[in-house]
């Protein structure tokens, strides 16, 4: 088989003959997530060029190499030595490392030095070793057979701590849960939408002309404006504010919201709020603290939670505060299920008055992710027209759903 950009040749021939290094480094990637090591695609992408940079010609550049670009956190090297060593080590001792036949593989001397990793420890799975060789492409008129080469599958979703919980609903998640969701949502706010401003920056491709700084700039040149500056509007981060149900109906979602808030008060400078019969500012207690304890902090301060809910009050109460009139131009969160107690005319009006401020309004239902989901709630039904998306929001995955739709405004 000719030899492609990704596959090992020259030197590394006689360590890994006929290895294809992105199937192998996807592989590895692949058992390495499985072990509960988080390893992206910018990871795997490392160890290929890594691998071509310095081609592991004995197993301890090939450790080396791995270890360097695949391992982020030092918590993690106990664990990507047990992988290592029942991938390659035992799989070495047992003959089975080559794609070609046992005796082509490459013979110890006394210039390899071999690492002391632990070894596997019931790491090894049937079927779950590495593509060495890439198979042929398969014809179209020809039926593909599953079992030909059942080493060189590489899954296509891939599992790691966060994402075993994903599709989990928010009401199951532990503790634990919840602290690698807060991680997440403290790294997935860093692209964020912004707005054009009324300060000007200096930018070489501006169309205005800052006078006053062009003329002290020309005072090094002789007074000759040499090097005119230029500005243009500065672009800062949209501002973000979110008012979260919690009521007795919301009880399962309560905990996950309150971590979304905190997140979103920390990254964007966000103006939070809760509400179940009355509203209450979350943003100075959730902005402090571990994540533990602010949301500690905020559950305590909301006296009147898991009881009933008064959306449309909750709302007009905002809208009438300095902070109603904050939202203009701002992107709005409602997370709720839509049950009010209130007359749904009331929730339409104040509804109208918030489309007119906001930008944006999105509405956050953990019901609308439910088989055949209709939003014929009275109060939902009167706010639905205002909001220019209602996404479920009762998962991790389908808050990633929403937080890319806010992201892309």
Not at 112 to 133: I, K, Q, R, T
Request: proline fraction near 9%; glycine fraction near 6%.
């Amino acid at each position: 088989m000719a030899a492609g950009p990704g596959r090992m040749h020259g030197g590394v021939d006689r360590m890994l003959a006929g290895a294809d290094r992105s199937a192998l480094a996807v592989a590895l990637g692949m058992r390495l997530r499985h072990a509960g090591i988080p390893v992206g695609i910018t990871a795997m992408e490392d160890f290929v060029r890594g691998m071509a940079a310095c081609p592991p010609t004995s197993m301890a550049p090939l450790y080396w190499v791995a270890r360097v670009t695949l391992v982020r956190r030092s918590e993690d090297i106990e664990l990507f030595d047990a992988v290592f060593a029942a991938v390659f080590v035992d799989a070495r001792r047992s003959g089975t490392l080559s794609a070609r036949s046992p005796s082509a593989a490459p013979q110890r001397t006394a210039q390899d030095v071999f690492v002391p990793v632990p070894a596997g420890n019931g790491m090894e799975e049937p079927g779950g070793g590495l593509p060495w060789s890439t198979p042929p492409p398969v014809a179209r008129h020809v039926e593909p057979d599953p079992e030909a080469h059942p080493a060189a599958e590489v899954p296509e979703r891939w599992a790691s701590r966060l994402e075993a919980v994903a599709d989990a609903p928010f009401g199951e998640l532990e503790p634990a849960s919840l602290a690698l969701l807060d991680c997440w949502l403290a790294e997935a706010f860093r692209d964020w939408p912004t707005r054009r401003s009324r300060r000007m920056t200096a930018h070489h491709a501006g169309r205005r002309l800052a006078l006053r700084a062009s003329m002290v700039a020309a005072r090094r040149t002789a007074f000759e404006p040499v090097c005119p500056v230029r500005v243009r509007p500065e672009r800062r981060p949209r501002r973000v504010m979110m008012l979260c149900d919690v009521s007795e109906s919301m009880r399962p979602q309560a905990a996950a919201y309150l971590h979304l808030m905190r997140a979103l008060a920390k990254a964007v400078d966000a103006e939070v709020f809760a509400f179940a019969t009355r509203l209450t500012r979350l943003t100075p207690v959730l902005a402090r603290g571990s994540p533990e304890e602010a949301v500690e902090l905020a559950s305590a301060k909301v006296v009147d939670r898991f009881g009933g809910t008064r959306i449309t009050a909750s709302l007009e109460t905002f809208l009438a505060s300095p902070h109603g009139q904050r939202c203009r131009g701002a992107i709005v969160l409602v997370a709720s299920d839509g049950w009010d107690s209130d007359p749904p005319e009331r929730l339409a009006a104040a509804m109208g008055r918030l489309r007119r401020r906001a930008y944006r309004i999105v509405w956050m239902n953990p019901r609308a992710g439910a088989p055949g989901f209709t939003p014929t709630v009275g109060a939902m039904a009167a706010a639905l027209p205002f909001c220019d998306r209602m996404l479920p929001a009762d998962t991790i995955r389908s808050l990633a759903t929403v937080i890319a739709a806010v992201a892309a405004a």
